[in-house]
T-cell receptor, first 110, second 117 residues
Framework: RKEVEQDPGPFNVPEGATVAFNCTYSNSASQSFFWYRQDCRKEPKLLMSVYSSGNEDGRFTAQLNRASQYISLLIRDSKLSDSATYLCVVKGGSQGNLIFGKGTKLSVKP | GAGVSQSPRYKVAKRGQDVALRCDPI?????LFWYQQALGQGPEFLTY????????KSGLPSDRFFAERPEGSVSTLKIQRTQQEDSAVYLCASSLWPRQGARNEQYFGPGTRLTVT
């Protein structure tokens, strides 16, 4: 079982739609959680950290469920510019490295 | 401000050649990470430096891979006797972690796309 699992998609949605991505992780000792965004042939860019109480940044809302080892990202009012691959990322225990899921591809259509 | 920079951006190597990939982290970032990203996959961890110390190299796929960060700033990833399976994008990231309060938010460079022919 991979350490971080995501539905690869693609998710094809119209502009203005609300879309949700989910992710599960296997290491219960994981300490920090993030969503990164990666555009085609570009580097991953930090979208947001995920806090235990859940957090929101504009149209983006992230939730963490430690008991179920589950992380989610909700995007409201999708824009064409949201089209990208969204990477679920976990930092495990005392190790510094990040563990990435394979990513979920989102395509927002006019 | 200046982000993480990497050079070269693209590298084509013949099988068996040695290559050296450079990373310039964000100034003041203590930690530096190297990742390998194959097509259609998420980045996979290779190795990690805290200042000049290489604290984890568990992700290096073979002893042909070697990394250094001698002065705690610029880092070089070297691949000896390249093989076709080494073709990938090599990403460098830096972070303020483990400084007090830092959550290990890592900032990535644009990567080096290595193609071994």
């Amino acid at each position: 079982r991979k350490e971080v699992e995501q539905d690869p998609g693609p998710f094809n949605v119209p502009e203005g739609a609300t879309v949700a991505f989910n992710c599960t992780y296997s290491n219960s000792a994981s300490q920090s959680f993030f969503w990164y965004r990666q555009d085609c042939r570009k580097e991953p860019k930090l979208l947001m950290s995920v806090y235990s109480s859940g957090n929101e940044d504009g149209r983006f809302t992230a939730q963490l469920n430690r008991a179920s080892q589950y992380i989610s990202l909700l995007i409201r009012d999708s824009k064409l510019s949201d089209s990208a691959t969204y990477l679920c990322v976990v930092k495990g225990g005392s190790q510094g490295n990040l563990i990435f899921g394979k990513g979920t591809k989102l395509s927002v259509k006019p | 401000g200046a982000g993480v920079s990497q050079s070269p951006r693209y590298k084509v190597a013949k099988r068996g050649q040695d290559v050296a990939l450079r990373c310039d982290p964000i100034s003041g970032h203590v930690s530096l990470f190297w990742y390998q990203q194959a097509l259609g996959q998420g980045p996979e961890f290779l190795t990690y430096f805290q200042n000049e110390a290489q604290l984890d190299k568990s992700g290096l796929p073979s002893d042909r891979f070697f990394a250094e960060r001698p002065e705690g700033s610029v880092s070089t990833l070297k691949i000896q006797r390249t093989q076709q399976e080494d073709s990938a994008v090599y990403l460098c990231a830096s972070s303020l972690w483990p400084r007090q309060g830092a959550r290990n938010e890592q900032y990535f460079g644009p990567g080096t796309r290595l193609t071994v022919t």
